[in-house]
């Protein structure tokens, strides 16, 4: 058997983190490979070792027998390797035909651009492929985020490359499309391509893949044909046995009453129709592959973004219009976002700073703070939470990243909010405060808080939140509690589309 | 629609269910209404000036004659020259302070330097038109080797060149040899040399923004990080950019010299921030990617008009950078406005 691509020992470590550990992979011509794992497996990584964004620390890749290294994107696009993202490379203001071939314009003898070939050019790929109906000639930022991944992949054809890499590409597509795209892959492995598929619905992989590899935590656990394993063995391969010692033992502290309860909640066409009962006194989890509603959720409930349906407060109708009206007083939300570096922290301000910045009015008597009335409190913050600061007026950009988010968990609970959003909450995050966050999770609980948690880790879901509810392309999938509330049914609502919501 | 539509011309059978991917039909009159909004930060600037002009020749004779074309665009010149180079600037999302030193640099350089051979003052005019590029290209370098803001670097090199300006001529003053500001008042055909000038901008124009530099120096200010991807040089690019703007401040200052026929240290900082206005009244997005050289051009037009209305007039001229500031204003409000109905006419 000849394989187009040889990937073996791959090892890619960032600082004390190690993404990729013995990853080995091996695709022929002529095939549909796909490449299967949970979040933070490593096939990101790994992709963008073939694309040439990312060099390897270790390990040899070879492409029809010759070794591969490519140093940048251009190279290897130039050996025949064309990546689709799902972060688009493209650019908004120049034209669908202008973004496909930028760089690669056609030229005139005065070195302009020849439009009249561009657009011949454009039309004849479109035709070749059977793309959905899009004007070349339209800026790119006219366009729907569907239709900006469709002319991704159409740069991406552009090439005529070898071997194609689609990640995720279907997450941003309409039914439709998905169709489309996978005719398309189809077509491209029976004309003597590879193709590799990278997405988190089997039943796409299914449809089209002649091969699965599974990684799991940087490494590869499995290979094989698709026709000759069912889906119980690849979930049980995503997701291996794990050690669970950190997490604290979890005991119901939940109320009858209703904290937050959403009725038909919906964000454009990302996520809809959410009925879901969030209850003082308890850890509700949120899981879900990477862009299926769980972030456009989150951000919504805070006001960033616009939403529909209903959203009652502590019994209260209630509409959220922006992060103002969201944090106010004690009937409020609080969040911690995604991106805490950006979003939750003022690098450069000091940790008292940082955390009575949205409370300065709980100290503030006619406009004048009270700095007596703020040191308590903040002092009082820091013992409660044990951040690790050698005094309050350290800048909170010199802290560990474990004791940045404890900061920002003192900011929310200073809010006096009592509904707490938690958006993966311990990435990036050392293993001992991931075990104080969670203990403080469960306390919080038990004082009557109610808490809304997505984490990307399973795992985390499972131990720590009462109950679990499964996001699939932005609809509720399944509400998991009590033995169903296991990795394996989180994956298997997550991932086959069965068991209406 | 065959032009548009790539599938009418290819026949291909993709049915239209109006899914997240395919645009419904749209009638005729969305088309035009959708192109109108597409196009309203050029509009808005033609028409701005169109209705200053009316203005303008209600209150004199002999407005829309070959003289006052001549005449204004003389006058406009070498706001325009400046704001060519800073049009390409802004288009890549960067800003350009320094060209203000680099103006003054080059008209006392021209003033001292140019002597009365004419063979010493053409190498001169070509030696501070490759200055300005070198100033450009450096930059262009430290914004991207530093990482620094544009606009803190070349404030810095602003102030280094008219340093230089200023050791070089204290005061206003020098000469430029006769044949030199003879240029500046010469005609051929009927047209003065700005308007020949002013039609060689346009033909640069229309030549460099279709090629692969203007693209490139486009989509680098629309969305830098996709550009990069794609394999544009991020320190390439910043050269070319500051480079041309350089180039296009030292044509400005040599220009400035057939004007006034002498040297001044410190003229140049009259040109930086009109340079940036007339860009944006002529729907350059300070956000960079969008926009091009003729709405700089009206929007110089735009200016120099307000300075003849106020002359005019005869109302105190510090009424004319009272005027600008409000066109300029209403200029970037109606253009955001149309941009937000575009936007929400789409989806």
């Given at each position: 058997m000849t394989e187009l691509l040889n990937a073996t020992a791959i090892t890619k470590r960032y600082g004390g983190i190690t993404?990729?550990?013995r990853a080995d992979f091996s695709a022929r011509a002529g095939e549909v490979h796909a490449l299967l794992g949970e979040n933070g497996a490593g096939k990101s990584t790994f992709i963008q070792i073939l694309a040439g964004a990312v060099r390897p620390d270790g390990g040899t890749v070879t492409l029809a027998g010759s070794p591969y290294r490519p140093r940048n994107p251009q190279e290897a696009q130039q050996s025949g390797i064309s990546p689709v993202f799902q972060e688009l490379s493209l650019v908004?203001?120049?034209t669908v035909e202008e973004n496909i071939w930028f760089r690669r314009e056609p030229l005139s003898a005065?070195?302009?651009?020849?439009a009249r070939a561009m657009r011949e050019a454009t039309l004849e790929l479109f035709a070749r492929h059977k793309?959905?109906?899009?004007?070349?000639?339209?800026?790119?930022?006219?366009?729907?985020l569907a239709e900006r991944q469709v002319i991704e992949i159409a740069k991406a054809l552009s090439r005529d490359p070898q071997v194609l890499i689609l990640d995720?590409?279907?997450?941003?597509?309409?039914p439709q499309e998905t169709e489309w795209l996978l005719g398309l892959a189809k077509g491209l492995a029976e004309a003597g391509r590879l193709v590799i598929y990278i997405s988190h619905r089997l039943g796409e992989v299914r449809q089209i893949a002649d091969r699965i590899t599974v990684f799991r935590n940087g490494a590869t656990v499995a290979a094989y044909d698709t026709h000759a394993v069912d889906d119980e063995t690849i979930i049980t391969d995503m997701l291996g046995r794990r050690m669970d010692r950190l997490y604290p033992e979890r005991k119901s502290t939940a109320?009858?009453?209703?904290?937050l309860g959403l009725r038909g909640f919906g964000v454009?066409?990302?996520?809809?129709?959410i009925d879901l009962d969030l209850r003082e006194g308890e850890v509700l989890g949120v899981a879900g592959?990477?862009?299926?509603?769980q972030r456009e959720l989150f951000q919504a409930l805070f006001g960033i973004g616009g939403s529909r349906g209903t959203v009652e407060v502590w019994g209260k109708p209630k509409t959220i219009r922006g992060p103002r009206q969201a944090l106010t007083g004690r009937d409020g939300l609080a969040l911690v976002p995604e991106d805490r570096r950006n979003?939750?922290?003022?690098?450069?301000?000091s940790v008292r700073e940082n955390l009575t910045l949205s409370v300065?009015?709980?100290?503030?008597?006619f406009g004048i703070t009270d700095p007596k009335r703020e040191s308590a409190l903040v002092d009082e913050m820091i013992a409660t939470l044990k951040?690790?600061?050698?005094?309050?007026?350290?800048?909170?950009?010199?802290?560990?990243g474990g004791n940045q988010q404890k900061v920002i968990f003192g900011k929310m609970l200073l809010t006096e909010a009592r509904i707490l959003l938690l958006y993966?909450?311990?990435?990036?995050?050392?293993v001992g405060t991931k075990g104080e966050i969670f203990q403080l999770m469960r306390d919080l609980a038990a004082k009557g808080y109610a808490i809304l948690f997505y984490s990307s880790d399973l795992a985390e879901l499972v131990h720590v939140a009462d109950r679990v509810a499964v996001l699939r392309n932005g609809r509720l999938a399944a509400i998991l509690e009590g033995e169903d509330n296991s990795e394996r049914q989180i994956l298997r609502a997550a991932l086959i589309e069965t068991r209406a919501a | 629609m065959s032009i548009v539509d790539p599938t009418s011309r290819a026949g291909i059978a993709i049915?239209?269910?109006?899914?997240?991917g395919t645009a419904p039909r749209r009638s005729r009159a969305a088309i035009w209404k959708s192109a109108l909004l597409d196009r309203a930060s050029l509009i808005i600037p033609c028409v701005m000036l169109i209705a200053l002009l009316l203005v303008y020749a209600s209150l004199r004779?002999?407005?829309?004659t070959l003289d006052e074309l001549n005449l204004d665009t003389a006058a406009a010149m070498t706001l325009l020259l400046a704001a060519t180079g800073q049009t390409i600037v802004l288009l890549r999302g960067g800003i350009d302070l320094s060209i203000g030193g680099m103006i003054s640099l080059g008209t006392v350089l021209a003033a001292t330097?140019?002597?009365?051979d004419p063979g010493q003052a053409a190498a001169w005019a070509f030696g501070i038109v490759a200055i300005g590029g070198l100033v450009g290209a450096l930059n262009g370098i430290l914004i991207t080797v530093l990482r620094l803001q544009p606009f803190l670097v070349t404030l810095a090199t602003w102030s280094i060149l008219s340093g230089a300006a200023m050791i070089i001529l204290p005061t206003d003053g020098g000469a430029l040899p006769s044949g030199w500001t003879m240029f500046g008042v010469s005609s051929w055909l009927g047209l003065s040399s700005s308007v020949w000038i002013l039609a060689l901008l346009l033909v640069f124009w229309f030549w460099f923004k279709r090629t692969r530099l203007g693209i490139a120096i486009r989509a680098t200010g629309s969305n830098e990080r996709s550009a990069f991807l794609s394999g544009v040089s991020p320190i390439g690019i910043n050269i070319a950019t500051y480079g041309l703007s350089g180039i296009f401040a030292a044509l400005a200052a040599l220009y400035l010299t057939t004007q006034t026929g002498a040297g001044s240290p410190?003229?140049?900082?009259?040109?930086i921030l009109p340079s940036v206005a007339a860009a944006v009244i002529g729907g350059i997005s300070l956000f960079g990617g969008r926009g091009g050289l003729v709405g700089t051009m009206i929007g110089a037009f735009i200016l120099t008009i307000i300075g003849n209305l106020v002359f005019v007039l005869e109302?105190?001229?510090?009424?004319q950078p009272i005027v600008s500031g409000i066109i300029l204003l209403i200029a970037v409000l109606a253009s955001s406005i149309a941009e937000k109905s575009a936007r929400r006419s789409l989806s």
């Open positions: 993404a990729l550990s908004p203001d120049l005065i070195r302009t651009v020849r793309f959905p109906p899009i004007r070349p000639d339209q800026e790119l930022r006219r366009l729907t995720e590409a279907t997450s941003a597509l309409g109320s009858q009453t209703v904290a454009d066409h990302r996520l809809a129709d592959m990477q862009g299926h509603g979003h939750g922290l003022l690098l450069s301000k300065i009015q709980r100290f503030t008597r951040i690790k600061t050698g005094t309050p007026e350290q800048l909170a950009g010199t802290l560990s993966d909450p311990t990435r990036g995050i050392d | 049915a239209n269910s109006g899914a997240a004779d002999g407005v829309f330097r140019f002597g009365t410190t003229i140049g900082k009259d040109y109302v105190s001229s510090y009424w």
